[in-house]
C-alpha cells in the first residue's frame, strides 16, 4: 500500500512536469510565430525614403542651392573670383586681380540654415536665412520636389562718394528672397529652378528700379562618384536693369577631397552676393568677359549629434 502511493505521486509529479513543459514550449512557438507575423506586417509597411545629396553644397556654382548644411555644421566658404581671363597677359589673363567673399554657414537644426559673409567687392557684408519646407521623398509620402525658401541682406559699406547731401544708412541696404524648387531626377542629374525677387533702398536714377524680378535654373550632372559638372543662369525680366546689365551665366565642376568640396568656375559675373551676379552682370562672354574663380568649403562639427 505504501509503495502503491508513493508509485501514485510519482506518477503525478511526472504529469506535472511534462504539463510544463508542454506549456512553455507552446508559449515559446506561440511568441515566435507571433513575432514572425509582426516582422511580415513590419517590413510590408511603406516606408519614406528621402531624396539625399541632390547638389555636392549648399551653393550651385555661386547661387544657394538646396542643400542645407547639416544640423550643428558650421561650413567655412573661402570664395574668389579674378579679373576678366580678356586682361591678356599682362594682368596674366585676370590672375593678378581678385575678389574675395568669406563666409560662415550653421545649421540650426535639420531644416533651418543661417550664415554670414563679407565681399571685397564693394566692402560688402550679407547674412541669410534658408529654411527647407518640403523634402523630395518616395514610399510613404511621396514629394516629387525639394522646396526651400531663401533671404538674404546685403550691406554696401563704401565710404559715401557724395558728402554733401543726407546720407541714410538705409540707403546701404538691399534684400533678395528666393524660392528654391529642386528634383534629383537620377544619381546623375539634379535640376532647380529659384525664382528670385531683389530689392534695393537705393538706386543710382530715378529711372533704376528697386524692384528686380528674375529666374534662375540651374543643373548638377554626376561624372564620378567625386566629379561633378554643374552650371547656373540668371535671367532678368525685362525692364531697366535688364536693358542696362547682362544675364549672369556661370559654369563649374565640384570636386569632393574628403574633408571639403573644392568648386572651379567660370562666370561672366565677378561679385559672389545675389545683389551683384544676379543684377550687376556687366560682363558679356561673347567679347571674353569671363572671370575664373574657385569656392572652398570646409566643414566643422560644433554640436556632435546625440549618441557620439
Known amino acids: 500500500m505504501f509503495n502503491s502511493e508513493i508509485t501514485g505521486n510519482f506518477n503525478s509529479m511526472n504529469r506535472t512536469i511534462t504539463a510544463i513543459v508542454v506549456i512553455v514550449l507552446l508559449s515559446a512557438t506561440a511568441k515566435t ?36 548644411t547639416a544640423k550643428g555644421e558650421l561650413n567655412f566658404l573661402i570664395e574668389h573670383n579674378f579679373g ?12 593678378d586681380q581678385a ?17 554670414i559673409g563679407r565681399s571685397s567687392y564693394e566692402k560688402t557684408y550679407d547674412g541669410f536665412v534658408k529654411a527647407r519646407i518640403l523634402r523630395q521623398s518616395t514610399g510613404a509620402r511621396n514629394m516629387p ?15 559715401w562718394q557724395d558728402l554733401n547731401r543726407t546720407n541714410y544708412f538705409t540707403s546701404r541696404l538691399s534684400y533678395t528672397a528666393q524660392l528654391l524648387v529642386a528634383r534629383k531626377f537620377s544619381n546623375s542629374l539634379s535640376l532647380q529652378l ?7 533702398n537705393l538706386v543710382p536714377r530715378i529711372v533704376d528700379q528697386n524692384d528686380i524680378f528674375a529666374m534662375g535654373a540651374g543643373a548638377r550632372v554626376k561624372v564620378t562618384q567625386r566629379t561633378s559638372i554643374t552650371g547656373e543662369y540668371y ?4 525692364g531697366q536693369t535688364a536693358d ?3 544675364n549672369c551665366l556661370s559654369l563649374g565642376v565640384d570636386l569632393e577631397t574628403g574633408g571639403h568640396v573644392f568648386q ?3 562666370s561672366n559675373a565677378q561679385p559672389m552676393f545675389e545683389r551683384g551676379f544676379i543684377t550687376e552682370t556687366s560682363g558679356k562672354w561673347s567679347k571674353g568677359d569671363i572671370y575664373f574663380g574657385f569656392t572652398i568649403n570646409r566643414i566643422f562639427t560644433i554640436v556632435k549629434p546625440k549618441g557620439e
Open 194 to 200: 529659384m525664382p528670385t525677387y531683389i530689392h534695393k
Open 264 to 266: 572651379l568656375r567660370i
Open 84 to 95: 576678366r581671363v580678356n586682361l591678356g597677359p599682362y594682368e596674366f589673363f585676370g590672375l
Open 33 to 68: 510565430f507571433a513575432q514572425g507575423i509582426l516582422d511580415e506586417v513590419g517590413d510590408n509597411t511603406p516606408q519614406t525614403q528621402y531624396a539625399y545629396a541632390t547638389f555636392k553644397t549648399t551653393r550651385i556654382i555661386m547661387g544657394q542651392s538646396v542643400e542645407n
Open 235 to 238: 535671367y532678368l525680366l525685362p
Open 145 to 159: 520636389v525639394t522646396i526651400s525658401f531663401y533671404s538674404n541682406m546685403m550691406l554696401n559699406s563704401l565710404k
Open 244 to 246: 542696362d546689365y547682362q
Open 99 to 115: 575678389n574675395m567673399r568669406l563666409g560662415l554657414d550653421y545649421g540650426v537644426n535639420d531644416w533651418l540654415n543661417v550664415g
